[in-house]
């Protein structure tokens, strides 16, 4: 479909702006305000760099022997394990781009199933959870087959973009979303993901941005801010995630937000100028 090829520094910009995007930081603490939407033609722009840090990133056999390293029983050293991580970085980014720029804001199911089955695997392997590697690397092993991806390729570069408006009711409708579960004062943990996931895509959003523009300031500095809440909510997670696990408290159990969290997400909602 003639997707648009950038220079690699544009591609490094976006890779480091991936790594910081969950990175606990001070740098911004007041959310400029922002005016929700782009051009049809910046929304195609930016799945194209999406894409591009996805196809040139990594090889399908590369991701394969890394999996068939695990599965085999053999540990992976320190710099497979960034080279893992960051291959599944460049998943979730690309996930991301399809959710907020195809026309039916969803990603792929064969690629969206690939990505969670990544992070299913990644934590079998770390926590030593011999089942889960087993049942999740086989099923990765499938999905990296040849044929499948072949088809998975030929789908994320056949991705029909949405609209100017399209793309703008959409993020207005997820900024709404997220206005509504911050009137309540306690929320469960799917809601908690929700938030977070919300978050996430705008994150993913203002660092395409920024990487394309190199860095302009204000976007910068959004980018920064969100990437805060990002942390912020990724640790909180996690900590629900392991009170589960050890029967310290179930998932769903309704809780109250941090203040400061709170605060930024409020920020975030009261800042966002809707078109």
Known sequence: MGWKKYPQEVVDRLFLAIDEDDVINSETTEFPSVVLGTSQQNIRDYYALCLQLWEEGFTRQELLSLINQVLAGQELTK???????????????????????????????IFKATTVYLGHFQDGFKNGDKNSVQYYGKILRLLLSRPIWSWVKYSLNHLHVDSETGFQRYVCAQLNELST?????????????????????????????????????????????????????????DEMVADKLSGVREYETPTTLDSQLRSDLEQLVEKTVRI
């Open 79 to 109: 710099a497979q394990r960034k080279q893992y991580k960051f291959i599944r970085a460049r998943y979730k980014h690309l996930r991301f781009a399809q959710r907020l720029y195809s026309q039916k804001h969803d990603a792929d199911k």
């Open 181 to 237: 579960m911050l009137n309540k004062a306690t929320v469960t943990g799917t809601e908690f993901h929700d938030i977070r996931k919300i978050v996430s895509q705008q994150v993913s959003f203002f660092d395409t941005q920024r990487s394309i523009e190199n860095n302009p300031t204000q976007v910068y500095a959004i980018s920064r801010f969100l990437a805060n809440i990002n942390g912020l909510m990724g640790d909180k997670h």
